[in-house]
Nanobody, 124 residues
């Protein structure tokens, strides 16, 4: 079992930056792949970025590539999402997720544990 707690999101102007963090507790954090997903009103939950358990492999959605960076600190049981050059279309509830496997996957259905979600709003 893994418990995930995301940091608070917030309201930021377009072009600004925000860093989300997700603290994990429970089973060994270093043996699970982690991901960030988001869900905007009226839309399905979508993949944003994922990272393998050692941090050596990352994948990004095309919409955030070059602007967002996912990273993890296994010593602190924490995964981060640095978001730069934010756009209004990045507005969504952001979820941290963990899967029972070392390999990073991009489908929400492949993740077993989820945080409660945190709202990110980007104003134009």
């Amino acid at each position: 079992q893994v418990q995930l707690v995301e940091s608070a999101g917030g309201l930021v102007q377009a072009g600004g930056s925000l860093r989300l963090s997700c603290a994990a507790s429970g089973r060994t954090f270093s043996s699970v792949a982690m991901g960030w997903f988001r869900q905007a009103p009226g839309k399905e939950r979508e993949f944003v970025a994922v990272i393998s358990w050692r941090g050596g492999t990352t994948y990004y959605a095309d919409s955030v590539k070059g602007r967002f960076t996912i990273s993890r600190d296994n010593a602190k049981n924490t995964v981060y999402l640095q978001m730069n050059s934010l756009k209004p279309e990045d507005t969504a509830v952001y979820y941290c997720a963990a899967r029972s496997g070392a390999i990073a996957r991009m489908r929400p259905s492949e993740y077993d544990y989820w945080g409660q979600g945190t709202q990110v709003t980007v104003s134009s």
